[in-house]
């Protein structure tokens, strides 16, 4: 919802253009939660900042599903299998829920301990 469809295509680039887009979406995410969050207290932005940075940067939703070896866009886009675009829109959704999990993990736990 905060970022553009070339941020979240990009993000995770190993280059100084997916750094500053992973930052620049970050940075919108993260104003817009203190704002809704009522608050302009830098520890806050802080904790929510960096986390977000490292999951969207390092792609650490996707790192999570091959070390449990569950579905990856790889596995999912080099499939030959008859059903492979239902395999890449599912994957889709599976990558989408780790991901998000993963972020409300950390949002949980800044509202827990700050």
Known sequence: MLQ??????????????????CTVHVCIYTGVLMAMLGTHDPRMAIAIFVPHWII???????????????????????????????????TSIVYKDVDETMHLLCLLAVIYWL
């Open 4 to 21: 553009s469809k070339k941020m979240a295509l990009h993000k995770a680039d190993k280059t100084w253009y997916g750094v500053m887009l």
């Open 56 to 90: 969207d940067h390092w792609s650490l939703a996707n790192k999570w599903l091959g070390f449990i070896r569950g579905r990856t866009f790889q596995a999912a886009i080099t499939s030959t299998d008859r059903y492979r675009e239902f395999d890449v829109a599912f």
